[in-house]
């Protein structure tokens, strides 16, 4: 492993590693997308209509808003909201990241008998947590689990809890980072 250029520029320093980025950023987003009800099954053909760009600010929930078009592509239907949409790809490369750095701490060579690049791994500990924070009560909404009606009043404020904690994760697993580096 070549140690050389700090922060995000040595961990996204090939393109490997950014199409790792981005393959991760892509599966949160669809995943988070489906749970949250953007992304269903029920279609047939295809069609593109865009109708309601001046719903593009109005909220559905706290950090959810109203979706402006439909897309149908085979079986899927998506009830296309740009700001839920960008959301959600924001968690994914958040989380994405948090997983390139806490790989890159765990692949550097060891310097000490303590095992720093271990240790290491709990600076990014926080923001991995953070990423299934979001999807992890809808999934429980979603499969009709008993207790999915106390989780549902919770979802709400996950979503400012888990960027909070991604982008803490993010910045200490960097901090890590440059000192071990």
Do not use: H, K
Request: aromatic share 8%.
């Amino acid at each position: 492993m070549s140690v050389g250029r700090p922060g995000l520029g040595g961990v996204l320093g090939s393109p490997g590693r950014c199409l790792t980025l981005g393959l991760i950023a892509c599966g949160y987003a669809l995943l988070y997308l489906w749970l949250g009800g953007d992304i269903a099954g029920g279609g047939s053909g295809w069609q593109a209509s865009f109708p309601a760009w001046s719903r593009l600010l109005e909220p559905r929930g706290p950090l959810q808003f109203e979706p402006v078009g439909l897309l149908m592509a085979g079986p899927l239907v998506w009830t296309f909201s740009p700001l839920n949409t960008l959301l959600s790809l924001l968690m994914g490369m958040l989380l994405g990241l948090n997983l390139l750095v806490g790989w890159r701490l765990w692949r550097l060579p060891r310097r000490c008998s303590l095992r720093g690049s271990s240790l290491g791994l709990l600076a990014v500990l926080p923001g991995l947590l953070a990423g299934g924070a979001c999807c992890a009560p809808l999934l429980v909404i979603w499969l009709g689990v008993p207790v999915a009606g106390a989780v549902a009043g919770l979802a709400p404020l996950l979503v400012p809890v888990a960027l909070l904690l991604l982008l803490a994760g993010l910045w200490l697993g960097l901090r890590q980072l440059a000192q071990a580096e």
